[in-house]
């Protein structure tokens, strides 16, 4: 409760907020107004993005050393992890760097990890391959990560809707434990 008033208070006074919610309470306060200082009500965006719907990630949302530590995560040990980062860490490079406006940006899905890590099976690096592919299927069921250009959603354009007041929810309640 003392978080949620902490939130309204701060909307109240044009404060853009980020909220991690765990329980899916939050998204739910999208639409009550809020009183601001001089009295009035007004109506501050409150931006519900849930994880595995409206948030889907692309995999140059992340760095190498991210992704690398949520394959640790799940279970792939240590050094197959570097090894795959390693195998996959030129893909990222042109993803984050800088692009050609008239060109789409490039794209890196977790299907095209997939692929990359059945290459690794095929290349002679079955067991490997095999680990990695199981980590993998864990991370796609979790379906955090997109798919296709158009379902990767960056953080950076929920944060413009509330630059200027309200609060981002970002709600992890339907992710499995894991």
Known sequence: HLAQVLMSRLIEHGRPCIVFDTTGVY?????????????????????????????????????????????????LPTAVALYFTSHIARRFAPLNGPHDTDQPAAFLGIDDLIHLALELETEGQSVAGGAILSCLDVIKQ???????????????DGYAEIRHGGALVIDLSKLTRC
């Open 27 to 75: 998204g739910r306060l999208s639409h009550e107004r809020v009183r601001s200082s001089t009295s009035e009500e007004v109506r501050q965006p409150i931006v519900p993005l849930i994880v595995g719907d409206s948030l889907k990630l692309a995999v140059a949302h992340m760095s190498p050393a991210t992704f690398s530590a949520m394959l640790r995560h799940v279970g």
């Open 142 to 156: 979790a379906q955090i990560f997109a798919t296709q250009p158009s379902e990767g959603a960056a953080l950076r």
